[in-house]
């Protein structure tokens, strides 16, 4: 099977940057997913990498690089309401989902 | 809006008692998916239908089912609920065409509570 590994927890203080990095195994790469999870809610669509490099959208900016089968969700000007799970999901070669357990990222003031 | 519905929201039953749970899209997306997630735990994928093509992952247990009588309507149904089914039930579909980023949409999920 193909195993996805991400911190369980990870805090950071409000105003600062945080890194949440994610690795993965090569075979069958089609794709890197990074998605937001409030308590008791529904994941939310952050990001997808495809090829290597830096997608940035706003605070927040996803980083790919394939060869080393390794991405990192990075979130700047942190928020209170960024508090959440992280969860970073593969895409296999039959276009499903291998997910992460998730990386809860606690914001302090 | 375009969205992922689904119902209800929290669903408490019985042990052993059969429930169905609900999801529709007006996304018109050719994919949709069953997950099941327990806390802190990643979403587990049950199944999913491309089109009107049933996958079954090989780890789902024969409990549950699941049914799409249209592209926009798909249903779980767990046929005798054990306190171990207890969890989210979440519902995402997406557009699977061989390029782009087909990124799944989730509906809200429902919570099943097994008592």
């Known amino acids: 099977g193909q195993n996805i590994d991400q911190p369980t927890e990870m805090t950071a203080t409000e105003g600062a940057i945080v890194q949440i990095n994610c690795t993965y195994q090569?075979?069958?790469?089609?794709?890197l997913f990074w998605y937001q999870q409030h308590a008791g809610e529904a994941p939310t669509f952050l990001s997808y990498?495809?090829l290597d490099g830096l997608e940035e959208k706003g605070r927040f900016s996803s980083f790919l690089s394939r060869s080393k089968g390794y991405s990192y969700l990075l979130l700047k000007e942190l928020q209170m309401k960024d508090s959440a799970t992280y969860l970073c999901?593969?895409?296999?070669?039959?276009?499903?989902?291998?997910w992460g357990a998730g990386t809860k990222l606690i914001i302090k003031p | 809006d375009a969205m992922v519905i689904q119902n209800p929201r929290y669903q408490v039953t019985q042990f052993g008692k059969p429930v169905t749970l609900s999801c529709s899209q007006t996304?018109?997306?050719?994919?949709m998916y069953w997950y099941q997630q327990k806390s802190s735990q990643a979403p587990k994928l049950l199944f999913h239908?491309?089109?009107?093509?049933?996958?079954n992952e090989a780890d789902t247990p024969d409990n549950f089912q699941s049914r799409r009588p249209n592209t926009s309507f798909c249903f779980l149904d767990i046929r005798s609920p054990g306190l171990g089914d207890a969890a989210m039930y979440l519902c995402?579909?997406?557009?699977?065409?061989?390029?782009?980023?087909?990124?799944?949409?989730f509906g809200p999920g429902t919570r099943l509570t097994v008592t």
């Open positions: 996304l018109n997306h050719n994919v």
């Open positions: 995402a579909t997406s557009r699977v065409t061989g390029t782009g980023d087909n990124e799944q949409y």
């Open positions: 090569t075979s069958g790469f089609n794709g």
């Open positions: 239908y491309y089109d009107k093509d049933f996958n």
């Open positions: 990498n495809v």
């Open positions: 999901a593969e895409r296999d070669s039959n276009y499903q989902l291998i």
